[in-house]
């Protein structure tokens, strides 16, 4: 299975859908509310989203959103990365709603090799997040400085990222 890129696998203009999609719960959205100490009762308080809110129900903290997002992409773009280096943009487009199902898709926009590092390079890509319906959540950009290929893989050719795992004993 494939976790993340090298610097060469990247090509500006592809695009990554990132699967599976993921079912946003009231459970989700309120675990992350208080775990970030984020406690607008837009996200909390149904009775106050359903009265005194243009949605008229509870709207799913956009920061989850986002995390969500960002984790669903590291499969494709940023399980080999060195470090993420900046988030240039972030735009919640439409709410998201407790039920709605968020698929993310990721394009490359830009790839150039790192000026001081010649093992690495560093790769800017946008994400994509859609619900059900296809109407865009959420979009963002930012740059990943992934390692190359060649300078990555130990002498055995093995990927030095991921462990080798013991045999098992017999019983």
């Given at each position: ?8 696998e990247f090509e500006?203009?592809d ?6 999609g ?5 459970a989700d959205d309120?675990?992350f ?9 837009l996200h909390?308080?149904?009775?106050y989203?359903?009265?005194s809110?243009?949605?008229g129900r ?6 989850y ?11 494709d ?21 407790h039920?709605?199902?968020i ?16 093992d690495?390079?560093?790769v ?9 319906d296809?109407?865009m ?12 290929r ?7 050719g ?8 013991p ?5």
């Amino acid at each position: 299975m494939r976790f993340g890129r090298y610097f060469e696998e990247f090509e500006v203009g592809d695009v990554y859908r990132h699967w599976p999609g993921k079912t946003v719960t009231e459970a989700d959205d309120h675990l992350f509310c208080l775990l970030t100490m984020n406690h607008h009762p837009l996200h909390l308080d149904a009775h106050y989203a359903q009265t005194s809110t243009e949605f008229g129900r509870n709207v799913v903290v956009g920061n989850y959103i986002y995390s969500l997002l960002l984790g669903m992409s590291v499969a494709d773009v940023s399980g080999k990365a060195i470090a993420n280096l900046e988030v240039e943009s972030l735009r919640h487009v439409a709410p998201t709603f407790h039920g709605d199902t968020i698929y993310g898709e990721t394009t490359v926009l830009d790839k150039r090799e790192s000026g001081s590092k010649p093992d690495r390079g560093v790769v800017a890509v946008e994400t994509r997040g859609y619900n059900q319906d296809g109407t865009m959540v959420c979009v963002f950009r930012r740059k990943v400085m992934v390692p190359k290929r060649e300078h990555a893989a130990a002498p055995d050719g093995r990927d030095p990222e991921r462990p080798s795992f013991p045999e098992p004993v017999p019983r």
